[in-house]
């Protein structure tokens, strides 16, 4: 039970933190609105740091299925466990975009663009094309788990590896998220995109239902290849 409450609030505190810097540059008449993709990476960034440092000593801090699975898949976690964290990730994950709902309540309204709402909750590609979308997001979660092993794998200072994991997903943001938005996280799309298709948000367009299955599927595939190929260089 311990654990699944830390993937729950972990989860739960990384949408807060991750999907409010997205509210912030792209809904209109808030104090951050068109700051830019910078802001959105480096806040991204701050939320898993800060999301891990939570959860850390109570789950391990996956607050990501594909990181799950990964770990699963060279012997890292149990199996038997991953179904509990899944369920807690994506509670927590659905919790947090209901936060970030009502916490820029007076904005949705103010703001025209339907995209830019929906963008709040889930990721989309700049160019729509299924199998590069796809294949990005395969890429971006093999860097993801593949660089978490090998951050795991050195000896910091205590408490600092987090903040490099941190520095992790600012990386892959600038450099490898320009294309699909880098959801790398199933239950961090899936969940806030079902947030959205039940939220009453003014003027709001359908969730995407026919793109969502690629955040879902590419990152787990993604993650075991990450923890397979780092498990089997070193």
């Not at 025209?112 to 294949?135: H, M, Q, W």
């Not at 938005?181 to 709001?204: E, S, T």
Request: proline share 5%.
């Amino acid at each position: 039970m311990t654990s699944f409450l830390g993937e729950l609030v972990g989860t739960m505190l990384l949408i807060i933190l991750g999907d409010g810097v997205v509210g912030g540059v792209v809904l209109k008449e808030t104090k951050s609105h068109n700051s830019g993709w910078i802001v959105i990476t480096l806040g991204w960034g701050l939320a898993v740091a800060i999301a891990a440092y939570t959860a850390g000593k109570f789950s391990g801090a996956h607050l990501n299925p594909a990181v799950t699975l990964g770990l699963a898949a060279v012997g890292q976690f149990a199996w038997e466990k991953v179904p509990t964290y899944w369920l807690a990730q994506f509670i927590g994950a659905f919790l947090g975009a209901v936060v970030v709902y009502l916490h820029y309540l007076p904005h949705w309204a103010k703001t025209e663009d339907k995209d830019a709402k929906l963008g709040v909750f889930c990721s989309s590609p700049a160019i729509r094309n299924p199998l590069t979308n796809f294949i990005s997001e395969v890429i971006g979660t093999f860097v993801l788990v593949f660089g978490l092993l090998a951050i795991g794998a050195n000896e910091f200072a205590q408490g600092l590896n987090v903040l490099i994991v941190g520095f992790l997903i600012v990386s892959i943001g600038l450099s490898l998220g320009g294309t699909t938005g880098y959801a790398i996280n199933p239950a961090r799309d899936l969940a806030p995109r079902l947030a959205h298709f039940l939220l009453p948000i003014p003027d709001k367009r359908d969730s995407d239902w026919g793109y969502a299955w690629i955040p879902v599927t590419a990152p787990l595939i993604g993650g075991v290849l990450g923890a397979i190929v780092y498990t089997s260089l070193f």
